[in-house]
């Protein structure tokens, strides 16, 4: 709409002129000139334009999708997933983010794990195997889709003049997540604790960086074997974690211990998994 302003200015001028001022009488004038005698002829007028008018079209799909209602919270089924539940809650667009040295199990290993889960079974805690075998090197924490490139950037920079090393782990430890809602049977490492210490320094600058968790003030190393959905901590302590570390030590072939080759090191987010190939 195009407004003539200097008119308008115009008319006020004029009317200012007038002798007649009054308040009063303005607004009789203004009246007389807006409004329309509501005769019977006039009502008739009007009912018979309404009858005429274009009939309104349909809203296009596009339109209405602007003004649709959010989508229902997502709502996390933990019988979906063994019992597991989320540390925090899902939300689209938030991606679980961690950074870990993976560990690529010997068959010896896997039948001694077989083992441990067939002792606990008998003692009425039915562990379930990790899918994966790591030393995690991080918190888990919530990255952006829009933050994953440059996060994943840091690190590598970060990353550029670190050299390749190998840890050993060969005692059992038991141990709950924060939430006391699931219990992890795992071996501690025991040698290559320096190397993953500085490795945490230079991921904890990346982490401040995007104002993320830094890493725990104390950390103790370890790869995680199994779970089990409750605290079963003091349980597992007191029945069976002596007999599966005897497994451990009274092995055939002389006490078994994992040997990890850290030549690389991993960052999984979401589904996706990003790998930092060490000098």
Known sequence: ?????????????????????????????????????????????????????????????????????????????????????????????????????????????????????????????PLTLSEEFHVSISKTVVLRHHWIQPFIQSIHTGLTQFQKFFCLADKLRVYSNAEKTRTFLGMEISTGKTQLLELIKILDETMKEFNLSTFYKDPSFHISLAWCVGDHTERLKKTCLSQMQSLIDGHEDGPFYIQLNCTELRCKSGNKVFLFPLQ
């Open 1 to 125: 709409m195009i407004v003539n302003y200097s008119s308008t200015s115009e008319e006020e001028t004029e009317s200012s002129s007038k002798d007649d001022s009054s308040p009063l009488r303005k607004r009789g004038k203004l009246d007389t000139q807006t409004s329309e005698p509501l005769d019977h002829g006039s009502v008739k007028r009007k009912a018979g334009k309404s009858a005429h008018l274009t009939p309104r079209l349909p809203l296009p799909d596009s339109v209405k999708e602007m003004f649709r209602e959010p989508e229902e919270q997502w709502i996390d089924k933990s019988e979906e997933h063994g019992g597991r539940q989320r540390s925090f809650q899902h939300e689209r667009g938030n991606w679980a983010t961690y950074v870990f040295c993976p560990y690529d199990p010997e068959e010896a290993f896997l039948e001694l794990l077989n083992e441990m889960v067939v002792v606990a079974a008998a003692h009425g805690i």
